[in-house]
């Protein structure tokens, strides 16, 4: 079975967890940052993983787009979802909600939400003021969840 790690990332953060998870899924799988590359032909996959990062509550534009643009041909795939996120428990199950149509989302063999990292020498200039706004002087992340990332892939390999 041929899959694609499809992903959206401004930072780095997703780009990271996207990896990961390939590394975990074996040398087969294509990865693709939506917002540098075109649009793969989806036709040769049998399983596609959509990620991204949140950023203000809601995943990368291109990332909504993608998904409005293919979900008929998304409906017939074996789907995988992950969004990389600071928020925690029942805001994060939101988050991760959210970011995709229902449809997929409920057709999906697994959703999870991998953690967060935060590269404040890649941010602009106003996203490190916010950062400072929301997070304060504490501005510790959890870092992505190896762990996570593992059993997605082990559920991606099972199903």
């Known amino acids: 079975m041929k899959t ?7 930072y780095g953060c997703a780009e990271k967890a996207a990896y990961l998870l390939k590394s975990q899924l074996g040398e087969e799988t294509e990865v693709v940052n939506l917002m540098h590359a075109k649009e793969p032909t989806l036709e040769r996959y049998d ?11 809601k995943i990368q534009k291109q990332m909504t787009d993608f998904t409005a643009k293919y979900q008929h041909e998304l409906g017939k795939k074996r ?3 992950f969004i990389c996120a600071g928020a ?27 953690g967060d990292e935060i ?16 997070k304060g002087k504490n501005k510790n992340v959890n870092g992505l969840s190896k762990e996570t990332i593992e059993r997605f892939a082990l559920t991606m ?3």
């Open 4 to 10: 694609i790690i499809m992903f959206t990332s401004k």
């Open 47 to 57: 399983t596609v993983i959509l990620g991204g990062s949140i950023y203000y509550g």
């Open 79 to 81: 789907v995988g979802l």
């Open 88 to 114: 925690k428990g029942e805001e994060a199950s939101q988050e991760l909600k959210s970011a995709f149509p229902e449809v997929l989302y409920n057709q999906s063999v697994t959703k999870e939400v991998f």
């Open 119 to 134: 590269y404040e020498e890649k941010l602009t200039l106003l996203d490190r003021f916010v950062l400072r706004m929301v």
């Open 157 to 159: 390999k099972r199903q």
